[in-house]
């Protein structure tokens, strides 16, 4: 499986970016999909998450009502709409797979995902 995650860049706070992370060599309308971010000197931390048909998503704390996941199961694309950004949201964001097909719900850990992407730089400038 390929995940290539796209749409990073350079914003000013209070702007808007949406990452967008195609997927191919598996169904993926079977699969969970998530995404981290990882700070420098931080740990990857958890962002935000979406169930197979999309009908449930989840958040970390720090985002809530400022980002959207949303995914395309005839494209094969999981999007991630970033609004009101905030230096602190400085990161490489990765998409993620989940390791096995068909599990319910939305998996919100590290240890849900098998297949990662290359990451894509948000910049956020004061």
């Known amino acids: 499986v390929q995940l290539q995650a796209s749409g990073g860049g350079l914003v000013p706070a209070g702007g808007s970016l949406r990452l967008s992370c195609a997927i191919s060599?598996?169904?993926?309308?079977?699969?969970?999909m998530g995404w981290f971010r990882q700070a420098p000197g931080k740990e990857r931390e958890f962002v935000a998450a979406i169930s197979l048909s999309g009908g449930s998503t989840g958040y970390t704390d720090s985002v809530k009502g400022r980002v959207t996941i949303s995914r395309d199961n005839v494209k094969n694309t999981v999007y991630l709409q970033m609004n009101s950004l905030k230096p602190e949201d400085t990161a490489v964001y990765y998409c993620a797979a989940d390791r096995a097909p068909a599990r319910a719900g939305i998996a919100t850990t590290r240890d849900d995902y098998g297949s990662w992407g290359q990451g894509t730089l948000v910049t956020v400038s004061s």
């Open positions: 060599g598996r169904t993926f309308s079977t699969y969970r």
